[in-house]
Each structure stands twice: as structure tokens, then as C-alpha cells.
């Protein structure tokens, strides 16, 4: 359905897109992970027909993006990120006037069902500069699968929503996904665990790793720390040895004297803490605090990057990115 | 072409959703009608006087290029800016429109608007043959409006050019309206007998209507000189929406 070889994209000399390479099947929705100015945006932006990429080549339904870009937009819906709609026009007249530009078949019916499918069928003649942020993204989703696309691209479909929003979003994601191609773009890691069956994850115009939920849930519970506060003379040594010892224990590191950094081993089938637990008390120290930490996205990426073993100038420039948000927040 | 009306239709209509149409009407209809008032004014004191005759149409025509000239910048500011400012103009680029249809819908919308603007202005003319004897002579009114359509078909697609390059609004107005009173200023810029003053006298665009059709002449050469503009103006606009495509 989708199929992109060696795209490269140039923003005069500076380099979005490094060769990336990837497929998507039918009925398969396909996530982009990556902090913002990963590329995630350009890559869509191509896949649209919205720009030609500077070198490389992509195909969607078996039509090439550029050589054939209008055959590639008839096949193709698209939810620009922070989606920007005509707030003079009503809901209806927005999607009629979309829906003619696309030459849609019995509009007014598909209109309705179209509505009816991302909830808004009561607000169809409201303005739609009188919408709040979730309904004005259910609107451009009904925009993009209005002319029933074969292919959906969603970019940060859930950006801007507060939490209920978003669940919704992704609820309609998932069922619209049951008949398109579906690819999406997010920084957040849950919603692409949540949403995808696979999942491209992309950096500064890389794809540094291509991940189904279940592998990538391995890299984020590999990732994973526990953090204890414990009380009494010096624990911290005398806890470390002992901390180590236990199966599943990575090694523990000691910021303070009475904080511990327990890194657990990637992969461990069992819970950890109750024995972290015991073992704090039984050496007779109180134990004030214990909590999970999961690693961020960032951390994750500079995990990747190590694993490539790139070069250090690699590195250090993603130090430099923005740190995403984490991941816990729905 | 289906795309083309479809684009056409919705930019007319918009007019009427923001106070842009109503502003031009108004003050278009509001200054041609104290001109004309002037005009009629002043024509029935020197009949008093020398019994001149009565008024003819250019007293309304005359001032009507003029007034477009101010016009039209107004009404083609937003007509691509807009949609690059909201960032509307993502998804119209990823519909499967080519990009001539979109810079040609959104100049036929002016047109249209420009015809109902020209429509609602012969009620002027209507007056004058119901006021005088022994009524109008209906030749020069009528490549008068033939004329004046051409004009706006010009500075309609130059303006639509001009407003494909700029995300303000308010830039775009200004600079058509700058580029309007250049190409207006040509005939006067040229010396006489210089070289340049044929090619000049050309480009200008008010002096293929004043020479002809206000006259009454419908001259062929202002004909294609104001459709080779309309085009010349659509291409450009179509080139630089093309050109926003590789430049990200």
C-alpha cells in the first residue's frame, strides 16, 4: 500500500530525511515515533504529494508521488498536524466543499455517515470557528476519510487534546484503521504501543529501529528503574551489594547515601520491588519510598543510537533535541 | 474545469461572508455615485449657460478605472495569502487539484464578484438615458463595461500572482496596489520620441482603454493585450504555488 525507498529530503542544506525506507500493508496502521523535527512531518508531507522529496522514491497503491501525483492524492487522506479549516464555513459546507474538490460520489448521504462516524452529526450546521480543539480534529478526520481513502495519514492526530479527546481520537483511529492503511505520526510512546502494529522509529531523519507493540514493549520495560528512598545510618552501602544480588538487578547506583537507583535487566518475567522490599528490610533499614521509573522516548533513542554504535557527533546532537514528554499521560 | 467553478463558486460566496465584499461595494457604488452627482451637477450649469449638450456616459465610465484600480488590490489580498497565513492551502495542495485550477478558481471567484460589482454600476447609465434627451448613446457604455471587464480580468490575475507570494495579507495589498500604479504611470513615464516610449505606451494598461474602449472603439490589440495579461498574471500565480512545493 505504502511503500517509500531511500526518501531524502533537503531543506536547502540542511538534511530532514536521511534515506528512510519502509512498507506498509493493507490494513496494517503503521506509527511514526520520534520527537518533533524527527522528520515524521516531512516524510507525510511527501507521501501526500504536498512536496517532492530531493531524492528517493515513494509509491501508494502502486502509484509513484510524484510522476503521478494527483493519482496518489485521490488515494490518499490526510490530517495535516494542527489542522487548519475554514472557520467561516459551516461543519457541512466544509466537508461539501472538500467533497466536491474530490469529486465524492452521493455527497450529502457519505456527508452524514461521515459525521455520524466521528460523532458530529449535531454540529453540522455550527460554525466551524466555534468548535473546540477536539471537534475541529474529529472534523478534519472526517475530511480525510470523507472520499474513503486507501490510505490515511495522520500526522500528531492527537496533539492538542486533553485526555478524554484523545482517547476518543484513538478509539475512531482504531476503527477507521479496520479498512485503511493507516499511518500516523506521534511522540508519544503509549499512544503508538497503544494504537500500531508497527511502529518506525524515526530521529533526526533516521529510522533507527522498526518495532512491533510487543518489541517495543521489551525496550521500554528494559528500560525500565526503580527508585528507593530508605531511612537509617548509611544504607547505601551497605544496600548496594545486596541490591545487586537479587535476580533481575542490573546494578544499583547511589546518588545520595539514602537514595538507591535500582536498573533492572530488560526482560525480567517477574515483579522485582517485593524482593527489593524485603531485602531493604530485613537489613534493618526503613524503607520511606519506592517508585518506577520509565525512561523516557529520548532515552530510548539515545539507547538505539548507542546500540548502532554511531558516531559521538550522533549523539551529542540528539542530546541537544527537545526532550519529548514522557509517556505517561493518559 | 469542473475543479476550477467549484473553487470559483466558494471564493465568490466569501465575499459575502466577510466584511471585505460589503466594504468595496459600498465605497465603490458610495464614490462613484458623488462623481457622478458632480458630474451631472456640473453638466446642467454649463447647459444653462451655453447650451452644451447633455451629459454622455463617460462622466460615469471615466472615473470607473480608476476606481477599480483601488478596488481590486482589496479583493485579491487574501485570495491566496489567506490560505497560506491559516495554512489552509496544505490541504488544498493535497487534494487532487492540479495547481493551475486552484490559482485560476480563485481568480474566476473575483471575476464573478467584479461582474456583480460592474452589474450593480449601470444603473448609473439607466439614469442618465432616463434623465436626458434624447437619451443615451448605448456604444461607447457598451464597449465602455467590455473595457472595464478586460481591465479587472488583468489586474484580477496579477493581483491573484501577487498574493500567491506573500503570507500577509496586508503586504499582498500593498504591493498590488504599488504594481497597479506603476503599470498605470508607464505612458507618463515615457518620454516622447524615446525609444522606449511605443513599448511603454503598450504596457500601460489604462491607455489601451482610454484610447479605445471608452471612446467607444473595441480595439483588438487592448483585447489581446488584456487577455495576455490575465494569462501572463495566472501563470505567475501557478508558478509560485509550484515553487512553494520544492521549497518545503
Redesign the interface.
Known sequence: MIEARDLTKYYGRRLALDHVSFQAHKGEIVGFLGPNGAGKTTTMRILTGYMPPSDGDAWIAGHHVVDESLEVRRHVGYLPENIALYDDLTVWDYLAFMGQLRGVPSLDERIAEVLERVNLLDRSESFIGSLSRGMRQRVGLAQAILHRPEVLILDEPTIGLDPAQRVEVRELIREIGQEHTVMLSTHILSEAQELCDRVLIIHQGRILAEDTPAELELRVRGAQQVRLEVGGEAPAEALGPRLSALPGVLRVATPTPNHLEVELAPDTPHDVRPALARAVLEAGYDLREMCTVSLSLEDIFLQLIRDEQAEPADTAASDAAPTPTPDEEA | M??VW??AR?EFR?YF??PVGYLVLFLYLFVLGLIVNNGLQRAYAFSLFQGAPPPDAEIVIGPMLTLLVFSIPALTMNLLAGEQA???L?????????DWELVAGKWLGGFLFVVVLLALTLIYPLALHLLTEPGLDWGPVVSGYLGLLLVSAALLALGVAVSALFRSQVAAFVVTLALFLFLWMLSSLAGAGSPSEGLLRYLDFGNHFYTAFFRGVIDLQGVVYYLSVTAFGLLVGTVIIESR??R?
Open positions: 469542473r475543479t467549484i473553487i466558494r466569501r461572508t466577510r491559516s495554512g489552509t496544505e490541504l488544498l495542495l493535497t487534494a487532487p487539484i492540479r512545493r520544492w518545503g
